[in-house]
């Protein structure tokens, strides 16, 4: 896990690759397209590019405009901007019609550092997934992010594929990446405890379950790349093999990727649960790594927040 | 008077009398607003845009948002009138399981673009949609319907901005000036003038018409169709609840229906101003 990618790179680098591929492709922007790296596309397709300012509405109107003439719009800005900004554009707009948009965001969650706590989005999944027809993805590394981009161009309806700032480590081969929308991937077997987890939380996860290896507790983890639809039979399934279920995602405990596995979790096989997230609060200044420790979501803080599970968990 | 804008008066009077029984059936929905709009619309889906009923996604058709979706009452009552289904579903508006939503609503009923009712969307919309027109090839143009109130959104200023910075000449707004809103006037709620020079500021090529004028509508919309190099807004200045003489600059039927007896009334009134028109077309 020694090499880091950055996710936005490689949205940069399959937007561009799609829109060779395919001359319905565009893409739109809110004067972010140096830091979403879609200023990639723009440079080759200017003609195709339309960079709505500082103004998301009228971006994510744009784009719905734009699928409406046969188009498959790339809406692209910071997290924060793409979601809570325009939401009601997203759910009026898109959703209400199943408006052919994907809404690609990158500099989700407190990795952003430095800008603070305006800046680092930490409740737009919940936004996102509570919307009919909308679907999320969240991927864990830079070749499940190429393979749910390139996904996402090729399905009608709105999409919501979350990016981050920082790079993540590589996770899986760039030409052997498991992506299927829809269904979570196993990256470790274990019995004890299972960690179901998105984005930058799956290489934490990952960190945590060699922590944990080294105390003899095995943890399987669950790479959910997709929140929404949720893969609850793979969720189920971690349940019931490893009887406690850890969710771990750089977004509010509330409405996120472990509100969906709870959801699931209740009503097909209650286990005890431990939700790792932010806790009614927003993010500050500092380096990533300071705040993933300060949020306790780092991997020393997974294994602690494992070994609490645990003791809930009946013997 | 020229037979074809007699023609068009004819067809926009009976789509009034369409309003009242639609709203007056659903005890619901927006005469007002319809009203103030219906002799635009009619303008639009009569004389100006090349349309398909039969093929409502035809490619070769004119778009049409309304982004002032309350009005929905004028939206079915020109499209059941053009065709795009039948007359007597006017009579489903509002009610459940029907395909004539409370604001339209593209997947529930052929002909409507793009789903509207929360104001202040349209705009961006249309002008997206006159965009991927224009990077398709298609000569094809893109009218939006935007009411006065709505102009207190804020994203309608952001598609006004981008519009007239792209230049964007296939894209007709047209606005529904009825000085009215729901809760009052709109020079006192919050007053948006000079609303023509404003337009202008931003790029865009304005006329300012008499809204329930036919000359003048049709003469802009000509004007738009022959402006190059910017898009156009037609500023028309419109009564609210036209036509129908107790809703006429009554905020009370911003979205109220009529009753039994005051939709009497104004059906008498309208086959009255039908009549002579020399009857329905």
């Known amino acids: 896990m020694s090499e880091k990618k950055a996710l936005r790179d490689a949205y940069g680098k399959t937007l561009l690759a799609l829109g060779k591929e395919n001359d319905k492709v565009v893409a739109l922007d809110a004067d972010l397209s140096g830091s979403t790296r879609s200023n990639w596309f723009a440079e080759a397709f200017p003609h195709r590019f339309f960079n709505a300012g500082v103004a998301e509405a009228d971006m994510i109107g744009t784009a719905v405009g734009l699928s409406t003439a046969g188009f498959i719009p790339f809406a692209s800005t910071f997290a924060v901007f793409g979601t809570g900004r325009c939401y009601d554009q997203i759910r009026q707009s898109v959703c209400l019609s199943e408006a052919n948009v994907k809404i690609v965001v990158t500099h989700a969650g407190v990795t952003v550092g430095e800008d603070g706590g305006s800046h680092q989005m930490l409740e737009d999944i919940s936004l996102m997934r509570g919307l009919p027809h909308m679907r999320v993805i969240v991927p864990c590394d830079y070749a499940e992010t190429v393979a749910a981009v390139r996904y996402v161009a090729g399905q009608e309806g709105p999409f919501y594929v979350r990016l981050s700032r920082e790079k993540f480590p590589v996770l899986y081969a760039d030409d052997a990446c498991p992506f299927a929308f829809g269904k979570a991937h196993t990256l470790r077997q274990g019995k004890d405890v299972g960690i179901a987890a998105c984005g930058i939380m799956v290489s934490q996860a990952l960190e945590a379950a060699e922590l944990l290896a080294k105390e003899g507790i095995e943890a399987e983890v669950l790479n959910v790349s997709t929140i929404k639809p949720l893969d609850e039979d793979a969720v189920e399934a971690l349940a019931r093999k490893t009887g406690a279920v850890l969710t771990a995602e750089e977004h509010s405990v509330y409405g996120g990727l472990g509100s969906a596995v709870c959801e699931t979790l209740a009503e097909r096989f209650p286990v005890p649960v431990r939700r790792v997230g932010v806790k009614e609060a927003f993010g500050f200044s500092g380096k990533p790594g300071e705040l993933l420790k300060h949020f306790r979501l780092d991997p020393a803080s997974l294994a602690e927040d494992a070994k609490a599970l645990l003791k809930r968990k009946a013997r | ?281």
């Open chain 2, 1 to 281: 008077m020229d037979p074809e804008i007699r023609r068009l008066k004819q067809i926009a009077y009976a789509i009034r009398k369409d309003i009242l029984v639609m709203t007056h059936a659903a005890q619901s929905g927006h005469p007002g607003g319809s009203l103030s709009a219906i002799d635009l619309m009619t303008c639009l889906y009569f004389h100006d845009m090349a349309l398909n009923p039969k093929d409502p996604q035809w490619e070769g058709r004119d778009r049409f948002i309304l982004s002032k979706g309350h009005a929905s009452p004028a939206l079915y009552g020109v499209l059941a009138r053009v065709g795009y289904f039948p007359h007597e579903e006017l009579l489903t508006f509002r009610k459940f399981n029907s395909r004539l939503q409370g604001h339209p609503e593209r997947k529930f009923l052929p002909g409507v673009e793009i789903s509207t009712g929360s104001l202040g969307q349209g705009l961006s919309v249309a002008h997206g949609m006159a965009l991927g027109l224009k990077l398709a090839g298609s000569p094809q143009r893109v009218y939006c319907l935007v009411g006065d109130g709505e102009l207190q959104e804020g994203q309608t200023w952001e598609a006004i901005m981008a519009a007239g910075h792209r230049k964007t000449d296939n894209l007709c707004a047209i606005l529904d000036h009825n000085h009215l809103q729901i809760d009052g006037i709109v020079e006192e709620i919050k007053n948006e003038e000079p609303v023509p020079e404003k337009f202008e500021a931003f790029g865009w090529a304005v006329h300012h018409i008499d809204g329930h004028d036919y000359d003048a509508i049709l003469t802009a919309l000509e004007a738009a169709r022959n402006t190059k190099g910017q898009p156009t807004f037609i500023v028309a200045e419109t009564v609210k609840g036209k036509g129908v003489s107790f809703m006429e600059n009554n905020v009370d039927f911003h979205g109220k229906a009529a009753n039994d007896e005051e939709l009497k009334i104004g059906l008498a009134e309208l086959d009255l101003a039908l009549a002579q028109l020399g009857g329905e077309a």
